[in-house]
C-alpha cells in the first residue's frame, strides 16, 4: 500500500516542482519583458523608452527576487525624472513578491520530500525503476489533460480566470490598478499575463511530456 502511495506521490511532487520551476524561470527572464514591451508598445503607452522601462523591470525582478529589500525605482516618464510605483503598486507588489518566496519555499520542501521518498522507495521496492517509469508515463497523460483544460479555460475567458486566480491568491484589491495612470498595469498589461501563462504551460508540460516518454521506454525495458 505504502509503495503505491509513493509511486504516485513521487511523479505528484516531480510535477509540482517543474511547475514552481517553469513559473521561475519564465517570469524572471528579462528577455520576455523585453519582447513584450516592444509587441505590445509599451514605450507609447508609458511614456518611457526601451532603456527606462528595462532598468525599471529588473529593478522589479531583483525586488521579486529579494535581493533589494525596497521597490523605490526612479525612472525617466513622459520626460520627467520620478518614483515610478505608486504606494499601492508598491504594497502590490509586496504581495507579489511574498508569493514568489512562499513558491520558493514550496519547491525546496518538495524537493527535500522528492529525495526522502525516493530513499524511502529504493530501500522498499525491488521494482522501484519500473514503478517510477509507470507513475511518470501516467502523470503525463494526466498533465495532458490539464493542459486541454487550460486551453480551453483561455479560450473561454483568460479574463474571468485571470481574475479568479487573483481573488484565490490574494486577500486584498490592491491588485485592481489603474491603466490610466499606474505604470505597474501599463508596463504589464493582461495581454502580457496571458502569454505568460502559455509560456510556463508550454515549459512545464514540454518537461513533463520528456519524462513521460522516458517513463514510458524505461517501463517497456524493465517489463
Known sequence: MFNRF???FIP??????ILLTAVEIIAFNISHYKNSFKKQNITEIT???MENLKATMEDLLHYLKDDTELLDTKAVVKGELREVYSQREKLHMLDVKNL???GRGLRRAFILLLILSMIYIIRNNPNWIRSIAKGLKVNAY???MILFLFILMVAIDFHRYFTYFH????TNDLWLLDPSRDILIQMLPEAFFLETAVKIMVLYIGIITLLGVGGYYLNKKTA
Do not use: A, E, R, T
Open 142 to 144: 494526466v498533465n495532458w
Open 167 to 170: 481573488y484565490l491568491f490574494f
Open 47 to 49: 511614456g518611457m523608452d
Open 100 to 102: 514568489f518566496l512562499k
Open 6 to 8: 509513493f509511486n504516485i
Open 12 to 17: 505528484i511532487m516531480i510535477s509540482l516542482i
